[in-house]
């Protein structure tokens, strides 16, 4: 039983296409989060919700929205897809924010835009 | 800014030998660290932490030492096995109190090869 598990694991999508990457984690944690890792294998953050309530937006391009259903639940869409785009989206849920905590990852989601 | 660096891309090391892999970070803020392991088309795992009121933290084969004064961790690995063979993330955070935003900022990665 996956304890973070995001949908779909490939993605291949055209240029200006919107795409969406659905994420759960059924461990009871509070905190989720988006981290992209690009062609450099720098993993870096990119929003965290905590109970459904957004409480990181680093800078990205508004044509990436999250939205958090209930806790349970982190998707990511993008509009207007671009090539820069292509990279692996990892998700992530911790049981805080805060606190000393690590996080648990999904397995990721590679997105090929062409 | 990479406030969390890892110089090394890469390493090879003999099974049964150690394997010692560092990290550097610039945030004097940063109170917590962690390792974390990952497998191709795999996401990272966590494998072992220490926080800022520590310089030691063992579990098994894996050690990790902090130098808050040099800013620079290590993790060792000790004795190296073939199944070890991944790429090693450094991160890092600041502790804040629970329900306030707190971001792990990783490093690079190295990636180990433990060969035979």
């Known amino acids: 039983d996956t304890a973070v598990s995001q949908t779909p694991k490939y993605l291949v999508t055209q240029m200006g296409n919107d795409k969406s990457i659905k994420c759960e984690q059924n461990l009871g944690h509070d905190t989720m989060y988006w981290y992209k890792q690009d062609s450099k294998k720098f993993l870096k953050i990119m929003f965290s919700?905590?109970?459904?309530?957004?409480?990181i937006n680093e800078t990205v391009p508004n044509r990436f929205s999250p939205k958090s259903p209930d806790k349970a639940h982190l998707n990511l869409h993008i509009n207007s897809l671009e090539l820069g785009d292509s990279a692996v989206y990892f998700c992530?849920?911790?049981?805080?924010?805060?606190?000393?905590?690590?996080?648990?990852f999904g397995s990721g989601t590679r997105l090929t835009v062409v | 800014d990479q406030q969390v660096k890892q110089n090394s891309p890469s390493l090879s090391v003999q099974e049964g030998r150690i394997s010692i892999l560092n990290c550097d970070y610039t945030n004097s803020m940063f109170d917590y660290f962690l390792w974390y392991k990952k497998y191709p088309a795999e996401g990272p795992t966590f494998l072992i932490s220490?926080?800022?009121?520590?310089d030691k933290n063992e579990d098994g084969r894996f050690t990790v030492f902090l130098n808050k004064s040099a800013k620079h961790l290590s993790l060792h690995i000790v004795p190296s096995q073939p199944g070890d063979s991944a790429v090693y993330f450094c991160?890092?955070?600041?502790?804040?109190?629970?329900?306030?935003?707190?971001?792990?900022?990783f490093g690079t990665g190295t990636r180990l090869q433990v060969t035979l």
């Open positions: 919700y905590n109970n459904k309530e957004l409480i």
């Open positions: 991160a890092a955070k600041r502790r804040l109190n629970t329900g306030t935003a707190s971001k792990l900022t």
């Open positions: 992530a849920s911790s049981p805080r924010a805060g606190g000393y905590y690590g996080y648990t």
């Open positions: 220490i926080s800022s009121i520590k």
